[in-house]
């Protein structure tokens, strides 16, 4: 009669048991950038949009350079590659809104510049029903040597809906990031949109707006992603990539607000 031995122990290799310390800190990465997301937009908060963003993650890492197998950092790899991250995979922040904002990281000065141009009604996909949209933007600021992440938020922009006029001059904004150096910064969009309550035809009232639950109507992604290092945005070199677009009560934490650019004209 045959007997069957026992497997023995298999004894991970010096790579293997590289990589997974590697694996662990991406997972642990994931984790933080993720309780973040879950504030912002909860109602988008799941498992696979965080089996999604720690699949970016382990990308981003696993192309930086063999040398640091097994001390691996988000840094050391293209963060680029979280740019186009979706937290509302159903809509895409172009499908509310028809103009694109700009973005310029500063780190001399610490600031993220946000620039919006005017805006107009058609430049704005709404519902008949809807009262205004809510523009916000979100800095993460990744700490990945600790993996820690600091929120920065914008005041929200409300853009309300006059037909045929514009329903918002040419904005700027400089967010403060007073630790810049070192951190790989992640800017968010936030898009949500009020829409009015039903008639009252008793009252002969119209019920006030409220902020729409509705997955068509809110949206947010990421815009851009880099990493500051010696005071300079590192640029990686990459392969072409596809296009990335920009970009659940309002968050209150005010950390920069609008001020309109000096060239508009009324």
Known sequence: MSTKRKPSCYKLSENSKKSTADFKIANRLSSVIYAVF???????????QYRRLNK????????GPKDFLGQRKLYHGNVGWLKGFRLNTYTIWD?????????NVLPVDQIIQIRIPAIRSIDLNVPVRASKIALQFVCCEVDADVCEVKTYYSAPLMCCFEQGRVVNTAKKLNMHIPQIEGKVLLVLVLI?????????????IKADA????????????????????DGQVVEYVIEETKRTRLM?????????EWEDEENNIP
Do not use: C, H
């Open 56 to 63: 970016r993650i382990v990308k981003v890492m696993n192309s």
């Open 95 to 103: 499908n509310l809104i028809r103009f694109q904002p700009t973005i």
């Open 210 to 229: 409220y902020l729409s639950n509705d997955r068509k109507y809110y949206a947010s992604e990421v815009l851009e992603s880099v990493y500051v290092k």
């Open 248 to 256: 659940s009560g309002l968050i209150t934490q005010v950390d920069a």
């Open 192 to 204: 949500r949109t009020y829409l009015w309550g039903d008639y009252d035809s008793e009252l002969n």
């Open 38 to 48: 879950k504030q912002l937009l909860n109602q988008s908060a799941s498992r696979d």
